[in-house]
Every structure is written in C-alpha cells, then in structure tokens.
C-alpha cells in the first residue's frame, strides 16, 4: 500500500477578502477531486485571504500510480491563472513506514 501527499503554498492573484478566497479556492478543491478521485481540502491559512494551503492524499497498491496521480496534480495546479504555485511538499509513505 502507497499513500501519497501533496500539500500546495498558493500565493491568490486579486483577492481581498475571505469570502473572495473560497469562491477562487474551492473551484480548485473540487477540480483535484473530481478529476483525479483524490482527497482534497484546504488545509491551513484558513485566516490569510490572499494565501492558501491545499492537501491532496492518494491511496493505491502501486507507487508508479500514486506519483503519476500526484504529478498531474500538480500541474493541474500550476496552470491556474488565478494562483501563484509558491511551493509544493510531496511524499510518498508505504505500509513499512
């Protein structure tokens, strides 16, 4: 068993205020799951509206899938006009961890 985590640093481009943050934030939080059946949520600066933490974890039998999942992800991610990408922490954790 392969779990699998990303966990997203996103700079928000014209966003001044909380209510602003979602209506950018959770498009992106629907998109990851439903494109790629991962779980995903906003994960930290609940209280900062022009940054945002996103968490995607993945499990699956087999790490070649787990990082193909994770790399599309990311550039899923990264596309996005409305964010700046800041930085991305993955890891990759088995049953023997």
Do not use: N, W
């Amino acid at each position: 068993m392969y779990v699998g985590t990303l966990s997203f640093d996103l700079l928000l481009g014209d966003v001044h205020s909380l209510k602003e943050k979602r209506s950018v934030v959770r498009p992106i939080v629907a998109e990851l799951q439903r494109k790629f059946s991962v779980s995903a949520a906003e994960v930290g600066d609940q209280d900062l509206h022009r940054r945002a933490r996103v968490g995607v974890a993945l499990v699956a039998g087999d790490a070649g899938f787990v990082s193909d999942v994770l790399d599309r992800c990311e550039r899923l991610v990264a596309a996005r006009p409305e964010v700046e990408l800041l930085s991305v922490r993955r890891r990759l954790h088995t049953d023997e961890d």
